[in-house]
């Protein structure tokens, strides 16, 4: 569990309405950069207003929106890997894979630097993640937590959301593996915990336990 407090910023590209967060150490000018979207462009005026330096580029999976702005930052810091899970990978360069062939600027990434499996850690900036897989939405999508001295935070991805969860209609899709992996990931984690999802709001795990309709204690969804 880290000592020092988490300092987040949160981006939000268009056209697909995806969030992109930076988060740091309080007192540290070193950072990381989560699912970079469409306008890295805003994340760059960021990282320069709040005077950081990304030392990793973390995807949480590999659909176009959450990889979009990987070129883009790759360049002007060339030595931050880029991070993902390694069934993911392949979605990086392939914009079939990523969902983009079909439109007029296919989403190509540089490829991966570091390839996790499910339950690796991830070390970045004096910060250390857990990860988890949780398949469904993407078949390799990994959810990173980390663990402070006064909160718990989660970089959901696409996976569970205010009220709602991922798609699950795209090619490597699969309900049920995404309401399982919630349901055994995720509703583990203490009440208090912040979700910080790919898309929409901020929520907590008591509060999507409580009331998604979908996954949450109510919900026959899947069942």
Known sequence: MS?????????VSRPFGENSYVAWLEGSRQCVVFDPGYEPG?????????????????????????????????ERWPSAPIVIGRIDAPMLTDPELNLSAAFPDPVISPPADVLLDA?????????????????GHSPGHLVFIWR???RTVIFGGDVLMQGSIGRTDFPGGNTQQLLTGIREQL??????????????????????????????EGASYGD
Do not use: W, Y
């Not at 929409?200 to 949450?216: H, L, S």
């Open 148 to 150: 402070g001295p006064t």
């Open 42 to 74: 805003k994340i760059l005026r960021c990282l320069e207003e709040q005077q950081l330096e990304p030392v990793a580029i973390l995807n949480t999976h590999g659909h176009l929106d959450h990889i979009a702005g990987n070129g883009a930052l790759k």
């Open 119 to 135: 339950g690796d850690p991830c070390e970045a900036a004096g910060m250390t993640f857990e990860t988890r897989l949780i398949p």
């Open 187 to 216: 509703f583990t984690l203490p009440d208090e915990a912040i979700v910080l999802p790919g898309h929409g709001g901020p929520t907590t795990i008591g509060e999507e336990r409580a009331t998604n309709p979908f996954v949450g």
């Open 3 to 11: 000592q020092a407090e988490l300092k987040l910023a949160s981006i």
